[in-house]
Nanobody, 125 residues
Framework: EVQLQASGGGLVQAGGSVRLSCVAS????????IGWFRQAPGKEREVVSC????????YTADSVKGRFTISRDNAKNTVYLQMNSLKPEDTDVYYC??????????????????WGQGTQVTVSS
């Protein structure tokens, strides 16, 4: 069974840092691009950052550029999202997703085939 498990979220004060992890199983990790998305209640799911299957291209949303960094470790079937200088507006549920038909860093949720349950990041003001 394909599973994506996001972890690392929690409560952090503004200006702090956290690193999210997405561990995949049940798939050939090297063949998949991975994206991080966030979704607040009542709002649409939005891309945060994504990385290609070959780690050759990546995309980071303007709202988090310079603060968040995506990386992947194919040997560990894991993608990370390093989140620095956190702001209260970063509070959200963060989801990781995998897609095997993606040749570059894709921004649309529709491009991804598998989704994890998400991990909550709460930034206190």
């Amino acid at each position: 069974e394909v599973q994506l498990q996001a972890s690392g979220g929690g409560l952090v004060q503004a200006g702090g840092s956290v690193r999210l992890s997405c561990v995949a199983s049940g798939l050939t990790f090297d063949d998949y691009a991975i994206g991080w998305f966030r979704q607040a209640p009542g709002k649409e799911r939005e891309v945060v950052s994504c990385i290609s299957r070959a780690d050759r291209t990546s995309y980071t949303a303007d709202s988090v550029k310079g603060r968040f960094t995506i990386s992947r470790d194919n040997a560990k079937n894991t993608v990370y999202l390093q989140m620095n200088s956190l702001k209260p507006e970063d509070t959200d549920v963060y989801y990781c997703a995998a897609g095997n038909a993606i040749t570059s860093a894709a921004m649309r949720p529709q491009a991804y085939s598998y989704w994890g349950q998400g991990t909550q990041v709460t930034v206190s003001s």
